[in-house]
């Protein structure tokens, strides 16, 4: 039976890695070649600054060509070629090279804001922030996407290859939320076992708590809840666990939420409670269930 073909790594991220290391270097010579010089004082030389702003733009050229990057690889494997690459290596080093860009850009923001540089400094679509502003978090991470895809096999292969279990995608998910997200509770109790966060918010601030008691995942909440999660977290909108249990018809998750001892009378921004919200839902075995708990 013959082996199936392998797909070698894109020379283009060879190349790449190479300039990572490259700008790395230069960044670190820059600093060094500012700290030492004593005329300047803290104020850089035109020159340096010249320097400064050219990195700059070789690394917003890495940022944009990587997701490229990516979604050409996503779009032109097919799945027998995707189940070649080595355990996820691909992927794994993929991350790596977005995770260094991230660095590159940070360390170029520290170095303008220590030195005095004017102006702020390049984003990858071409405008601007101050040199103080973190980078913005890229929209695709691979051990993210792995985990909505409920793969934990992918998911310990890009652990083991160096992925970040706490990185967060473009709508500040973890692994853990994402796996929550989509339903896939088992996964999701193993990420927690693997070092995961209970505490870890996406842009709307919900914990992975308020997405497993969403899904109707006991088992996950009573984990959850044992490790220390707070049943009484409000996310952006003053939205408790119990109200996401409340609008999603759970009654189960009501109950173990009420069990657990989460305030039963939490408003949120607009004022409702959970029991209001259950009556403007006609919920009426869910307002009796409040009610016996004590809601007004």
Same mark, same amino acid.
């Not at 850089?44 to 690889?73: C, G």
């Not at 984003?123 to 040199?131: F, I, L, Q």
């Not at 103080?132 to 691979?142: C, F, H």
């Given at each position: 039976m013959p082996e199936p073909a392998t797909r070698a790594l894109p020379a283009i991220t060879v190349v790449q890695f190479a300039l990572i290391l490259a700008l790395g270097w230069f960044c670190? @010579?820059?600093?060094? $070649?500012? *700290?030492?010089? %004593?005329e300047t004082? !803290?104020?850089?030389? +035109?020159?340096?600054?010249?320097?400064?702003?050219?990195?700059?733009?070789?690394?917003?050229?890495?940022?944009?060509?990587?997701?490229?990057?990516?979604?050409?690889?996503?779009?032109?494997?097919?799945p027998t070629a995707r189940a070649t690459v080595v355990d996820g290596a691909l992927e794994a080093r993929l991350a790596g090279l977005e995770q260094a860009?991230?660095?590159?850009?940070?360390?170029?923001?520290?170095?303008?804001?220590?030195?005095?540089?004017?102006?702020?400094?390049?984003?990858? @679509?071409?405008?601007? $922030?101050? *040199?103080?502003? %973190?980078?913005?978090? !890229?929209?695709?991470? +691979?051990?993210?996407?792995?985990a909505k895809d409920g793969d934990l096999a992918r998911v310990q292969q890009l652990l083991a290859a160096g992925a970040d279990i706490h990185v967060t995608d473009g709508d500040s998910r973890t692994a853990i939320l994402a796996a929550f997200k989509a339903g896939h509770e088992q996964l999701g109790l193993d990420l927690l076992d693997l070092g995961a966060r209970h505490t870890d918010e996406d842009g709307n601030g919900d914990t992975p708590l308020f997405w497993a008691v969403a899904k109707g995942h006991e088992r996950a909440v009573r984990r959850l809840l044992e490790v220390g999660a707070d049943e009484n977290h409000r996310n952006h909108g003053k939205r408790t666990a119990l109200m996401r249990a409340v609008e999603s018809g759970r009654t189960d998750m009501v109950r173990v939420l009420l069990d657990h001892g989460v305030d039963v009378n939490a408003r949120d921004e607009q004022g409702d409670t959970a029991r209001s919200l259950a009556e403007e839902a006609g919920r009426t075995r869910l307002v009796d269930l409040l009610e016996s708990y004590g809601a007004r």
């Open positions: 670190f @010579d820059l600093d060094a $070649r500012l *700290a030492a010089n %004593p004082g !803290p104020v850089a030389q +035109p020159r340096d600054t010249e320097r400064l702003d050219e990195l700059d733009r070789k690394i917003a050229e890495m940022s944009q060509s990587l997701p490229v990057l990516v979604e050409s690889i996503d779009e032109e494997e097919s860009v991230e660095h590159l850009q940070r360390a170029l923001a520290q170095i303008a804001s220590e030195r005095n540089m004017p102006g702020g400094v390049a984003t990858v @679509d071409g405008g601007s $922030r101050a *040199a103080d502003e %973190p980078p913005p978090q !890229p929209k695709n991470r +691979p051990i993210v996407d792995a």
